[in-house]
């Protein structure tokens, strides 16, 4: 997948597992946006296909930053066929509005987790650089590279504007139900854990907005997780840390992985393509 370079801060934190912990955070600060729920509630079938769903994500963003040109194009052209079939009544998937906000949620929650776990960026151009690489995930799926907040002073001035218009609805309220309750063993013995840390991220409004209970007891819980994580997950050698970005991009660049990723637009996806030894990102 080439060597990443530690000029590039995106690269080197997208890989992070501990990313994972905010999953939850990133898809309901999207979905508290009332169009960005309208299109969830009426064409997603995660609830169905869970797996299908959370590859698809993780093979978008792990594609998109460690993906080679020729892969990226492919995944890019798949996944705005795939959004350009979501419209309806207020909404369209590839809306500069809607893309500018999901792709700033998955900024966000790189950047904020990464911090409470690594205790921040080197420095400010560390973080600057890092805002302006995540751009990315809106301008590749169409979004206007000006559209995207120049700064990290421009960046957190639309973050506080757009969370202020945020509304939590019943589509949303009954996504969420249905996101922490799945049917399949596996993912349901996880949510509880990654309720608690979904509920302990999201700001109080909208935390009591998705229903989501709270407590001194729960804040004590996810303060001790959040202090073990800090304490252990640094020390982790790097290649462990990354295992689910090795192993998705593996799983998509797999002879059969492109075709079947593509069957999901309705798009032919090539074949016979030689495997690749999966390589950590780096």
């Not at 999201?202 to 994580?229: K, M, Y």
């Amino acid at each position: 997948m080439g060597r990443s370079s530690d000029e590039s801060p995106l690269r080197r934190i997208t890989a992070e597992s501990c990313l994972l912990g905010g999953a939850g955070y990133a898809v309901l600060l999207q979905i508290a946006h009332p169009s960005v729920a309208h299109g969830v509630y009426h064409h997603s079938d995660f609830e169905h296909r869970p797996f299908s769903r959370l590859f698809g994500t993780l093979a978008y963003v792990y594609g998109t930053v460690y993906g080679t040109a020729e892969e990226r194009e492919r995944l890019h052209a798949v996944v705005r066929a795939m959004h350009k079939k979501i419209t309806g009544p207020g909404y369209r998937a590839l809306d500069d509005d809607l893309l500018l906000w999901v792709a700033a949620t998955l900024c966000h929650n790189a950047a904020r987790v990464y911090t409470m776990v690594f205790g921040g960026f080197r420095d400010d151009e560390e973080y600057a650089l890092f805002m302006r690489e995540a751009s990315v995930f809106g301008t590749a799926l169409g979004l206007p590279a000006e559209a995207w907040p120049k700064t990290p002073e421009a960046f957190d001035a639309y973050w506080e504007e757009a969370s202020a218009r945020l509304e939590v609805g019943d589509e949303a309220r009954d996504i969420t139900r249905r996101l922490f309750r799945p049917r399949q063993p596996v993912l349901r013995a996880l949510m509880p854990l990654q309720r608690l840390l979904t509920a302990g991220l999201l700001p109080e409004r909208l935390r009591d907005g998705f229903g989501l209970p709270w407590s001194p007891g729960r804040q004590r819980l996810f303060d001790g997780i959040l202090a073990v994580t800090r304490a252990v997950y640094p020390r982790v050698p790097r290649p462990v840390r990354v295992l689910p970005a090795t192993v998705c991009l593996w799983s998509m660049r797999r002879s059969d992985g492109p075709a079947r990723f593509s069957r999901r637009s309705g798009r032919p996806g090539p074949r016979g393509r030689a495997r690749r030894r999966a390589t950590p990102p780096r």
